[in-house]
């Protein structure tokens, strides 16, 4: 049984993330629209596992996101994502990486650095809960913050970010060189940027 448990939740896992990818890529695929997927995972998760299982909590958020980053429905969006929360309640780490995700669709493709702000402190407020202070995961989305944080203008708080980031990765076991390196170059255009004159004209 719990063999086959393990099964279901594998495979309701890369539905969702297939869901997710879908969803913030706009890509609806042959199999129906974005909306029904989305509506498709939530009701296999709810008949395999139950409407109390973290791939169903998942699946609600995908609803939420579509709601959010198809149909600019916030309202719709946060009904989702609270029911979502609900499910797990205290174990929530299952929904930062959505929020992540949300949050770098918002940065990078919708142009809102607020909106992105908002996900992506909802993300790293639930790492900073289930992880260790030096997971790998928490450095990825303070820097994806950092950079909405800065491009709404609080490039000090972007800084703080970016250094608690680049501590992570530096005391990673084996840390990523490269990754490190792209930290320290957005760091220190940061530091330019904080020194820089306010010169509006």
């Not at 205290?90 to 949050?103: N, R, T």
């Not at 530096?170 to 840390?175: C, D």
Request: charged share 25%; proline share 3%; hydrophobic share 45%.
């Amino acid at each position: 049984m719990p063999d086959d448990i393990a099964g279901l939740e594998e495979a309701a896992r890369s539905e969702n993330e297939w869901v997710r990818a879908r969803i913030l890529k706009r890509d609806p695929p042959p199999e129906g629209s974005l909306l029904k997927i989305a509506q498709r995972a939530r009701d296999m998760a709810a008949n395999s596992l139950g409407t109390e299982h973290w791939a169903y909590s998942v699946a609600l958020q995908n609803l939420g996101l579509y709601y959010d980053a198809i149909e600019n429905d916030a309202a719709h969006a946060n009904e989702l994502f609270a029911q979502a929360r609900a499910v797990v309640k205290d174990s929530d780490l299952p929904l930062a990486d959505g929020f992540y995700w949300l949050g770098i669709f918002h940065h990078q493709v919708s142009r809102d650095a607020g909106r992105a702000q908002a996900v992506l402190r909802e993300a790293l407020a639930t790492q900073r809960r289930a992880l260790a202070s030096d997971d790998s995961l928490l450095a990825d989305t303070m820097i994806a913050l950092a950079e909405a944080t800065a491009a709404r203008g609080d490039i000090h708080s972007a800084i703080a970010l970016m250094r608690e980031a680049l501590r992570i990765q530096r005391a990673q076991a084996a840390p990523n060189e490269e990754a490190v390196v792209r930290t320290e170059e957005r760091l220190s255009m940061f530091r330019a940027l904080a020194s820089a004159p306010d010169d509006d004209g």
